[in-house]
């Protein structure tokens, strides 16, 4: 094995539910090793109010800039907790690749923009290492969604022989095709987010363990109509979205609050299934590689297995890329393409113009 490179990649998705982190090291050949990994749940009323922020509900520009700050402070616990897990030094880390936490994703408005929150200056000063942040605007500014990136990660996974699709579902859920000739990827919709803010909405619980609640429902199949008749499911890629379209306004402006909560929770790990085995049969892959948090609700998971049948489905765990961990190690490389000043995005998934070096760098105080 060559001189490893380390960085750091750190993750606090769309279902503001833990920040992941991921202690990585790079080969000179790019082979990725996974060395560590650490995750910070967030503390209920900061979720609370992430949540609120995305949704709009009772925000004030003060409580952003006041998440901001509680971010990077969360950030820099998550990476003293891995370094110290690791018994490696903060001097051997030659970046941090933090995501930031999404507030706001809007491709497709007149001025389109993307925000992602989390203080990066103060991750930088309370790390001791360079931090490497703000991914998305770049992609934007050229003409593309900004999402998804890990795409282009998911390339150096695989050999290209045949086409392989990672299905990463997370609050959204996206697909990456990496085909012999060909990289494509887009978001299909909803991962967790709807069934998560279902199940708050009824039970008071951040999520349905192992799509226990929803197990005992019913599909309610004019509703999932319904829901797939939503112009999102049928746009042609590139495309991408988040919580601010997909929340419990778009649910309820479904009436769905005059059926009975377990039929529509049922029904929404459907829409998921459907939506997301969609993609994956029209991309003509052999294989298909699970990610994220929504693979944990095995309901969730059968319903896809016999949706794609007979296309293969493991997780990424085959490729030792532990799959609750998956972003945050793309986005360590992400952090590595960055100082290396080369290209992290795929236009053919994002619609930009061209390649383009993404992120901002936040060097480490000498
Ligand atoms: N045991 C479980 N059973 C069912 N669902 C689970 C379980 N564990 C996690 N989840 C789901 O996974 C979600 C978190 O997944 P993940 O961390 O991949 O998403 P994320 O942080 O939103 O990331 P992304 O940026 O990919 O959207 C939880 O909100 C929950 O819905
Ligand atoms: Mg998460």
Redesign the pocket.
């Known amino acids: 094995m060559s001189q490893l490179r380390y960085f750091i990649g750190l993750?606090s998705?769309?279902?503001a539910?833990?920040i992941?982190a991921a202690l990585v090291g790079f080969e000179s050949d790019g082979t990725t090793h996974l060395v560590c990994t650490h995750t910070l749940e967030l503390p209920a009323d900061l979720k609370a109010r992430i949540i609120a922020a995305q949704t709009r509900v009772n925000t004030t520009l003060r409580d952003i800039c006041e998440q901001d700050v509680a971010l990077s402070l969360l950030y820099a616990a998550a990476v003293k907790s891995l370094l110290e897990k690791a018994n490696i030094s903060a001097s051997e880390i030659e970046a941090i690749g933090n995501h930031g936490q999404t507030l706001l994703h809007a491709p497709e408005a007149d001025h389109a923009f993307t925000l992602q929150i989390g203080d990066n200056h103060r991750l930088a000063e309370l790390s001791g290492i360079t931090v490497v942040g703000d991914f998305r605007r770049r992609d934007i500014a050229a003409g593309g969604q900004g999402a998804p990136l890990v795409p282009a990660f998911h390339r150096t996974l695989v050999a290209q022989t045949e086409t392989a699709a990672f299905l990463?579902v997370?609050?959204?859920a996206n697909v990456s095709v990496i085909a012999p000739d060909r990289v494509s990827g887009f978001d299909t919709g909803p991962?967790?987010t709807l069934?998560?803010a279902w199940i708050r909405k009824h039970r008071q619980q951040?999520?349905?363990?192992?799509?226990a609640w929803a197990r005992t429902g019913t599909v309610n199949e004019p509703l999932l109509e319904r829901m797939l008749a939503d112009p999102y499911f049928s746009r042609p890629a590139p495309k991408s979205t988040g919580q601010d379209y997909f929340n419990l306004t778009w649910l309820e402006n479904l009436k769905v609050d005059e059926l009975v909560p377990v039929d529509v929770q049922r029904t929404l790990v459907e829409l998921t299934a459907r939506s997301s085995s969609d993609a994956l049969k029209a991309s003509g892959c052999e294989r298909v590689y699970l990610c994220?948090?929504?693979r944990?609700?095995n309901l969730l998971t059968q319903r896809i297995r016999s949706l794609v049948e007979p296309i293969e489905v493991t997780d990424t765990c085959a490729l030792r890329v532990d799959a609750d961990f998956m972003?945050a190690v793309a986005f360590a490389w992400l952090a590595k393409q960055r100082l290396d000043r080369v290209s992290g995005n795929v236009p053919t998934v994002t619609g930009a113009q061209s390649e383009r070096v993404l992120g901002v760098i936040y060097p480490r105080a000498d």
């Open positions: 993750m998705g769309t279902s539910d833990a992941d990463n997370g609050g959204i991962g967790n069934s998560d951040a999520f349905d363990a192992g799509g994220g948090g929504g944990h609700n972003e």
